[in-house]
C-alpha cells in the first residue's frame, strides 16, 4: 500500500500552531492595494484561525487525521 500524500495546496497555506488551532493567512492582500484603506491593509496582513466548520477538512488534506 503505498504512503498518503499531504495536499500540495493545503501544506503551503495553513499551519498548526502549538494548541493544535490551524492557522491561515487573510484573502485581497495581494494586489490592486490602492483603493484599499491603510485600515484595512493592516487588518489583512495580521494571520487569522480557521473556522471550526473547515477544521475537519483542512486536517485530512494535511494528513493530521
Known amino acids: ?7 500540495s495546496s493545503a501544506k503551503k ?6 494548541t493544535g488551532k490551524i492557522k491561515r ?3 485581497f492582500k495581494s494586489h490592486i492595494l490602492t483603493k484599499k484603506s491603510k485600515k ?5 496582513t495580521h494571520d487569522g484561525l480557521v ?3 473547515d477544521v475537519n477538512s ?3 488534506q494535511l494528513r493530521l487525521k
Request: proline fraction near 4%; aromatic fraction near 4%.
Open 25 to 27: 493567512k487573510h484573502a
Open 58 to 60: 483542512i486536517k485530512e
Open 1 to 7: 500500500m503505498p504512503k498518503q500524500k499531504t495536499k
Open 40 to 44: 484595512r491593509k493592516l487588518r489583512l
Open 51 to 53: 473556522h471550526q466548520a
Open 13 to 18: 497555506r495553513f499551519k498548526l500552531t502549538g
